[in-house]
């Protein structure tokens, strides 16, 4: 199975505030990586596909980027709903596997 | 706009068999994509279980494909879920969800979650 790695696993930030999320790779899985937000009691929600194509309906200050083993998901201006957990997920081949996760808390 | 909602049991006793139907809204599962579900334990991440496609054609995670199997009726618009001898570890919130299957598959629409409680 390929093991996917994120850092950091929770991370306290502000308002406004430039936010980077890592996510490794076991192995190389090309593009075919993905990433979810998921709120308190909710089911997550697909943010970013194939590494960096945002998802119709998302905010632009949401961006992925990376190929191979390391990726990122950036969030430019940290907003209010935006204070979540967010995972990454492989999709190069079966089992697909998720990250642990990354909370995001407010500071 | 597409629709998912998960139902069964909200209790499972150990040993006996999990049973999950997921409804399909606003999209016909005939016209295409996969269809799947992932599982998420009290206070930890997420886990894919296995997807099905309209066709029938399945394919599981191998740490449980000995205990699952995923079905499709198109008829009725569902597609459902079987865990067999299950544990307090199949203690989860269970997520249905349509699969854009294959490589650089990726979920996109999900059911809100039913939680499912195994024991006796």
């Known amino acids: 199975d390929i093991q996917m790695t994120q850092s950091p696993s929770s991370l306290s930030a502000s308002v406004g505030d430039r936010v980077t999320i890592t996510c490794r790779a076991s192995?190389?899985?090309?593009?075919?990586l993905n990433w979810y937000q998921q709120k308190t009691g909710k089911a997550p929600k697909l943010l970013i596909c194939?590494?960096?194509s945002l998802q119709n309906g998302v905010p632009s200050r949401f961006s992925g980027s990376g190929s191979g083993t390391d990726f990122t998901l950036t969030i430019s201006s940290l907003q209010p709903e935006d204070f979540a957990t967010y995972y990454c997920?492989?999709?190069?081949?079966?089992?697909?596997?998720f990250g642990q996760g990354t909370k995001l808390e407010i500071k | 706009q597409v629709q998912l909602q998960e139902s069964g049991p909200g209790l499972v006793k150990p040993s006996e068999t999990l049973s999950l139907t997921c409804t399909v809204s606003?999209?016909?599962?005939?016209?295409?994509?996969?269809w799947g579900w992932i599982r998420q334990p009290p206070g930890k991440g997420l886990e894919w279980i296995g997807s099905i496609y309209h066709s029938g054609t399945t394919y599981y995670n191998p740490s449980l494909k000995s205990r699952v199997t995923i079905s499709v009726d198109t008829s009725k618009n569902q597609f459902s879920l079987n865990l067999s001898s299950v544990t307090a570890a199949d203690t989860a919130v269970y997520y249905c969800a349509r699969d854009r299957g294959g490589s650089g598959s990726y979920w996109d629409e999900w059911g809100k979650g039913t939680t499912v409680t195994v024991s006796s």
């Open positions: 606003g999209y016909s599962i005939s016209s295409g994509y996969y």
């Open positions: 997920q492989q999709s190069s081949s079966t089992p697909y596997t």
């Open positions: 194939a590494a960096s």
């Open positions: 192995q190389s899985i090309s593009n075919y």
